[in-house]
């Protein structure tokens, strides 16, 4: 099972707003914000589950863009 | 506290993320250590040209994934293509073994036979038709090493110049831009100079799916820094025009003359340096292409009057580009306290790409904006070692090794002694370059060529007719791969299995000048061999069978990369790429280095021809310089050349017959040809097949959907695909990537070519479109 990290882009002034919309995903854990960036980490059953949030977190209000940095697959 | 392993990998993978932007996060002391990969291994991302500094994590003997390095320049930031670099090395069908072609087959024999067949068939062909009759077609994704030691094998040992790349068909309108305009190739500039910029022009750039990261830092300026200008020029509107405080739309092939616009605006409202352009610039116009060209000096005066007829409103009408957006951006970029250019294929893969390069090049030297912290112009890089191996290491066909060029009688000779061959070896004619030399293959009059590292058989222009000279049994086609089949090696008569990115070791050169060393993290897979390696053995048992055994063990024996790595450096000292101070040992340290480099104390330069922000060249090669000095141009005083280039548009506009314009790019998932990214589950998910981008209208006209199949016909070929309804391109042009291998839109483009880079027109040619 796939777990990714990432960071999130946001728009000045939209950090509460995506906060909020991230904190509703259930497979998405916020592990905390600096500026304009915020660290998620995206734990999920397969890699179309990570595929479907990051697209989906791409589409949010005030995001300017999602930056994988790190993935790896628990065997 | 205990954790599972589940835990664990979570935290890992935050604590990678929080580094790459500083932030510390309060995880429980020595749990990073206890999740994290056996070891890491400090490298480079394999894509594009941006040069991100990644580490490798491995466990097992095995490359299990990769993080961004924090102290490189890319911050520990990755895209989701570096993100996901590991799958490529393991994918199925990897190059495992030598395969000849027996009919329609390829069958498994030893790397022994593989080189005695190669051998013998080069040999016999330069004995019965001589050196010209054999060729090399190289790549900018090879290591410098590589590059280097093959244009030496060719020019220095065969004496023949047909040994050309890729990067022909990506930023050779880049490279002669840079020459044309400043004396030497490649950016003065750094990524550096993004911190710096308050505006930014891009044009021909869709930087946000072509090089992410670098968009990232210029939308973060952009976000944080005061009354920043993001101006973009592009005929579609992508995510980096959305962003834009100003898009610049318009026809496809027609920027020269907005170009110039800018330019008219700019002396009409006094917002010319006229202080600058005195003291540094010369002006020039080509009155006969050649060859070899005729040109004229020119006078600000003769500039002046040749601008006249540019007005906003006359490139308006040529263009489509509101004159009100064109005077604005003039404004913009000359009156902003630092302005960086950025551009990549749409400008240099068309026929007019050189002079679109030069005019931009126009706009800084007109305004001064150059030479400073965040006043750059800065060619972006599609492949990570275009720059390092191709255009410094001196690989294509009218080059040799650090600036130094064939048709130059002293450079020459100055090879020939570095290297040690007789005086008139090396060819004073330049070979011939891609595409023709894919023509010359074609009639036969190349008998032998071989591919390493790069994929015509997807990636050239008017594709049809050259894979079928590629297919032809009258020739032979050595392809070196890490995948099979691949579009190229399907063609092949041998295919050779290479090792791919960390499975050896060697150096990287990306766009600002950043050499970075890769080590090797695993050995290759199953028989697959560094180019490097098989080079040299071909190379030496290719010169003894000519009868040379002698110049063969001199020229062509080293004990490893470091060996040519330290005879690449020799070749640099003195001239004005000098790195003679960048050692394998303090490459190993670094997180790379920017040349020049010119001793071992040196720290790197970042900021070129000026010796105010640090470039030691500037006192050595022009004494009397107080600060700039563009000493590439020694010839013009180290002055630089404003051009008078005239507007001219593409080879194939759109017409009544082909009402459309086809341009072609690149996509945030896919990279080049898709041999490595297709290989990975992740993105192939995420994108899996090539499609037509549309504009709604023209959608509405044609009567098609999302979804729905549409061929699309030129005059070279035609090809179905899914319309994809978007507004993105303007109206009047339609898009695609050209990674997708079953979908070779290649067959599509034009291989009309810019005649001073010989560089292809991927960007514009005429289709017609109908529902499938």
């Known amino acids: 099972m796939p777990v990714s990290s990432a960071i999130v882009e946001i728009d000045e002034g939209a950090g509460e707003a995506v906060l909020n919309s991230l904190s509703s995903m259930h497979d998405i854990t916020v592990y905390g914000m600096k500026e304009n960036k915020i660290v998620i980490v995206i734990d999920a059953d397969s890699l179309g589950v990570i595929e479907q949030s990051t697209k989906k977190i791409m589409s949010m209000e005030g995001v300017t863009g999602v930056f994988p940095v790190y993935s790896s697959v628990d065997e | ?48 040209g941006a040069g991100c500094g990644v580490y490798v994590g491995l466990k097992g003997g095995k490359v299990v994934t990769v993080k961004g390095d924090k102290d490189n320049w890319n911050r520990g930031l990755l895209c989701i293509k570096g993100n996901f670099l590991a799958p490529i090395l393991y994918a199925s069908d990897r190059a495992k073994y030598p395969l000849l072609r027996k009919g329609d087959e390829f069958v498994r024999i030893s790397w022994k036979e593989a080189m005695d067949l190669m051998v013998s068939k080069f040999s016999e062909s330069i004995k019965k038709n001589g050196a010209d009759s054999v060729a090399f077609y190289g790549s900018g994704q090879a290591y410098t090493e590589e590059s280097y030691f093959i244009s030496k094998v060719f020019k220095g040992g065969l004496g023949t110049n047909n040994i050309d790349g890729n990067p022909r068909l990506c930023m050779a309108s880049a490279a002669v831009g840079y020459v044309t305009t400043f004396g030497k190739d490649e950016p003065m500039g750094a990524y550096d100079d993004m911190y710096h910029a308050d505006c930014f022009f891009l044009i021909g750039s869709n930087m946000s799916e072509a090089h992410p990261v670098i968009f990232q830092i210029v939308n973060e300026r952009k976000t944080k820094g005061k009354d920043v200008k993001l101006i973009v020029a592009d005929p579609r509107k992508t995510l980096v025009a959305k962003k834009a405080d100003l898009h610049m739309t318009f026809v496809p092939g027609t920027d020269l003359a907005i170009l110039n616009a800018m330019a008219h605006v700019i002396i009409k409202e006094n917002l010319s340096n006229k202080n600058f352009v005195g003291k540094h610039t010369v002006f020039k116009k080509m009155v006969n292409p050649g060859p070899p060209p005729k040109i004229d000096k020119m006078t600000w005066d003769d500039y002046v009057k040749f601008l006249d007829e540019y007005t906003p409103e006359m490139a308006e009408k040529v263009s489509g580009c509101p004159k009100e957006d064109i005077i604005k951006a003039a404004r913009w970029f000359a009156q902003s306290k630092a302005t960086s250019s950025y551009w990549c294929m749409g400008l240099n893969q068309r026929t007019r790409g050189v002079w679109a390069n030069n005019l931009v090049h126009n706009l800084h030297l007109l305004t001064g904006q150059i030479c400073r912290p965040g006043a750059t112009t800065f060619s972006l890089t599609g492949q990570p070692n275009a720059c ?57 009059d190349i008998k032998c060529l071989w591919v390493a590292c790069t994929n015509p058989g997807q990636s050239l222009p008017n594709l049809d007719i050259y894979r079928k000279g590629m297919e032809s049994k009258d020739t032979f086609l050595v392809v070196s791969e ?23 070791d060697g150096t990287y050169g990306q766009s600002e000048r950043r050499y970075q060393y890769v080590e090797k993290a695993v050995e290759p897979v199953a028989e697959a061999r560094p180019d490097l390696q098989v080079m040299i053995e071909f190379a030496n048992k290719l010169v003894k069978s000519l009868g040379r055994e002698a110049e063969a063990k001199k020229l062509f024996t080293y004990k490893n990369t470091e060996a040519v790595w330290d005879e690449i450096r020799a070749a640099s000292k003195g001239t004005a790429y000098d790195f003679t101070g960048m050692t394998r040992a303090r490459l190993k340290k670094a997180h790379g280095m920017q040349w020049p480099v010119p001793t071992e104390d040196h720290p790197g330069t970042v900021r070129r021809y000026t010796a ?46 082909y009402p459309f314009v086809l341009t072609t790019g690149r996509q945030l998932e896919h990279w080049h040809t898709g041999t490595m990214t297709y290989n990975v589950p992740e993105l192939k998910r995420a994108a899996p097949y090539g499609f ?19 061929r699309i016909t030129s005059r070279r070929g035609s090809l179905i695909m899914e319309a994809k309804v978007v507004d993105v391109p ?3 042009l339609v898009y695609a990537s ?6 070779l839109i290649n067959v599509l483009t034009i291989d009309a070519f810019d005649a001073l880079s010989k560089q292809p027109e991927f960007k514009i040619c005429a289709v017609k479109l109908e529902k499938a």
């Open chain 2, 738 to 743: 050209f990674h997708d291998p079953n979908k």
């Open chain 2, 388 to 444: 390092g191996g191709v255009r410094d290491g001196g690989l294509l066909s009218h080059l040799l090794p650090y600036g130094r060029l064939i048709v130059n009688e002293k450079d020459r000779e100055e090879m020939e002694n570095f290297w040690g061959v007789p005086k008139g070896r090396i060819n004073p004619n330049p070979g011939p370059t891609a595409v023709e030399m894919f023509r010359a293959f074609n009639k036969s």
């Open chain 2, 1 to 48: 506290m205990e954790f599972t392993r589940r835990q664990l990998l979570k935290f890992s993978a935050a604590i990678a993320a929080a580094s790459a932007i500083g932030l510390d996060l309060p995880l429980p002391k020595g749990i990073e250590a206890a999740v994290q990969a056996d070891k890491w291994v400090k490298g480079v991302c394999r894509y594009c």
């Open chain 2, 730 to 732: 303007r109206e009047g």
């Open chain 2, 612 to 657: 105010k922000y640090g470039d030691a060249l500037v006192k050595k090669f022009d004494p009397q310089a107080d600060d700039i000095s563009f000493y590439g141009a020694k010839a013009d005083g180290n002055r630089a050349t404003i051009w008078l280039r005239p507007h001219v548009g593409p080879a194939e506009p759109a017409d009544a017959q």
């Open chain 2, 482 to 504: 890490a995948y099979h089949p691949s579009r190229t090696s399907e063609l092949a008569d041998l295919v050779l299995p290479a090792a791919l990115w960390v499975e050896k």
């Open chain 2, 692 to 710: 037509l981008e549309i504009n709604p209208k023209d959608a509405q006209k044609i009567g098609v959907k999302t979804r729905d199949k549409i």
